[in-house]
């Protein structure tokens, strides 16, 4: 028997009878995902398939990735090939059919792809800095943020940018590891419910298996405000969820059934109110599109494809015509028939271009002539199609936020300081700064929910649930010539302090590295001091003492304690 869910709006995200899925409701979305899916895809065939069945549910969320129950093209319907107000409606690069009797010759730059690549390596080709406020929270984050973990947020970065937003959970398999996972899940493949734009639930599902005619599902189902997470499994059709059966029945979901403790339920009694299996990052908001869609609509975010989705069609028609170009620009001869060797009855004739030597034939020609061999080349249009496709790529790139310096567009063959970098990718800068804001408070939350089930259902007493601190390091790096120029500048106005400048200069360092160089400083300085003090005053007449030992006798008052008496914050200057 299911558990009953307490809060009436979750219903709708665990069913409990048969019912239509994904919710129909959310058919625009479903049709905007497929269309970002199949550009980020950069599968001419997925593309030219997403075209042709416009409106149909995303395979991806269909089948997490995979279905068997959505047929392939269809054959070409009359009124594509029409004009009037159908054919222009019907009408884009990709959603245009291939005529009868023709091959495929359309070509794809895989633009969008690109993007949503640089997008995450602006935000994630660094990992992420994490700061808890004791040591064992701190041990156990930099146990995850490993290069796993870093993978994980790059290919969720990616996956925010093309469809638009991205989930990330809270996962554990005991078979696998021995402490909580984070997973990444497609916007997609996903049912949101909403409160005043905070995520108040959300379902995700996947295709078990599909034969044609009987599908089975499997919903999870995350209620942050409960601290459970729902597991059902329906067994339907192409389009209704069916019955629910148990998890015991498939080997796919069995390994929930030994974590539920209520009902279908997984819960956290011991979980903090405040903490969550699941976030939601939005790509970028407000979204456009689906203003006028509701609040269930409203806060997804939009993806970096969006209102360029025309200009990247266009792209690969110029593309395509500059192909279709060079194609038909390949030299051709055209020669008199009297040329051609019979290579038998029925079989034709045929010209050998490695033939040496021919013998005259006396005729006549259309303009008194002799008949001789013509060869015809077509010009390659290169520069026309080069500049089109130049201005096609500048609009796409900034229509989707970024400079075109961050795609490769500025080649100036020296090197950039890295003001010259900041001022030419200004826009790219802005833009990520932009997304950062969505990004540190989910990733923020989605360790919090992490420390909280490493405590509550691995039993660690050494982690303390918080919500960490989260920061994302500069995405443009000065030299160390700028880096040194502003330090001297700050020293010699005395508007730093020592720490501050070893911190500016050496920026990956740990704090344990400042405090140790900023001791190695003030060494230095008070024995520079006292072998200059040694050269003007002279030693008294019959002293005993070398002129090392009276150095350093006065270099000692001037150097700083060891490291281990500084404090562990603040400013070091005040042990002087």
Not at 182 to 201: C, E, N, Q, R, Y
Not at 336 to 354: E, H, S, T, W, Y
Request: hydrophobic letters at 40%; one cysteine or more; glycine letters at 8%.
């Amino acid at each position: 028997m299911s558990t009953p869910v307490a809060d009436d709006r979750m219903r709708m995200l665990m069913p409990t009878m048969s019912r239509p899925w994904p919710p129909p409701e959310l058919n625009p979305v479903t049709y905007q995902h497929r269309i970002w899916d199949a550009w980020w895809s950069a599968d001419p065939t997925k593309l030219q398939w997403a075209f042709y069945n416009l409106g149909a549910n995303s395979p991806v969320g269909r089948a997490y990735f995979a279905t068997t129950g959505e047929p392939g093209l269809p054959i070409p319907r009359p009124g594509q090939f029409r004009g009037g107000l159908l054919g222009s409606i019907s009408y884009t690069f990709w959603g245009s059919p291939t005529p009868p009797g023709e091959k495929r010759t359309k070509l794809h730059v895989p633009i969008a792809s690109d993007i949503a690549a640089t997008s995450a390596d602006l935000l994630f080709s660094k990992p992420p800095v994490i700061t808890a406020s004791n040591e064992g929270n701190q041990a156990a984050l930099d146990q995850l943020m490993g290069d796993g973990t870093h993978a994980k947020l790059l290919e969720a970065a990616e996956t925010c940018s093309a469809l638009g937003g991205v989930y990330l959970r809270t996962v554990w398999d005991t078979d696998v590891s021995d402490q909580p996972m984070l997973d990444v899940v497609p916007a997609d493949a996903a049912v949101p419910l909403f409160s005043h734009g905070k995520l108040l639930g959300v379902t995700f599902w996947r295709i078990i298996s599909d034969d044609g005619s009987e599908v089975v599902r499997h919903l999870e189902t995350h209620a942050p405000g409960q601290n459970a997470i729902f597991h059902s499994v329906y067994v339907g059709d192409q389009t209704d969820l069916g019955r629910v059966y148990p998890l015991t029945d498939f080997p796919e979901t069995a390994q929930f059934s030994q974590y539920l403790s209520d009902g279908n339920a997984i819960t956290f009694p011991d979980m903090p109110a405040d903490a969550s299996t699941v976030v939601y990052v939005p790509n970028m908001l407000p979204n456009k599109i689906w203003r006028d869609l509701g609040p269930q609509v409203a806060p997804l975010g939009r993806s970096d494809f969006a209102g360029v989705e025309g200009l990247m069609d266009a792209l690969d028609e110029t593309y395509s015509s500059w192909q279709r170009d060079i194609r038909l620009a390949k030299a051709r001869l055209i020669v008199p028939q009297q040329m051609l060797d019979n290579i038998g009855r029925g079989k034709g004739a045929v010209f050998d271009p490695d033939r040496q030597v021919y013998s005259p034939v006396s005729m006549m020609t259309s303009n008194g002539g002799t008949a001789d061999i013509m060869a015809n080349q077509f010009a390659i249009r290169y520069q026309e199609h080069q500049a089109t496709c130049g201005d096609y790529i500048n609009r796409i790139v900034q229509g989707a936020g970024y400079s075109g310096q961050t795609f490769g567009e500025y080649d100036g063959g020296q090197g950039m300081t890295a003001t010259e970098i900041r001022a030419r990718e200004r826009k790219t800068l802005i833009t990520r700064n932009k997304k950062v804001l969505y990004w540190r408070p989910g990733l923020r939350d989605i360790l919090y929910g992490w420390l909280a089930v490493k405590r509550s259902v691995f039993n660690d007493s050494s982690v303390t649930p918080e919500r960490p601190e989260a920061e994302f390091p500069d995405v443009v790096l000065p030299d160390q010539l700028e880096l040194a120029q502003t330090a001297s500048a700050l020293a010699m106005a005395d508007a730093a302090s020592k720490e501050t400048l070893v911190r500016m200069v050496h920026p990956d360092w740990s704090d344990q590295e400042v405090r140790a160089e900023v001791v190695m400083i003030y060494a230095e300085t008070g024995l520079d001091l006292a072998q200059r003090a040694r050269v003007m005053l002279s030693s008294p007449m019959g002293s005993t003492e070398t002129l090392s030992e009276q150095v350093q006798e006065l270099a000692d008052p001037s150097q700083a304690p060891p490291v281990a008496d500084l404090p562990e914050t603040g400013n070091v200057e005040d042990v002087e």
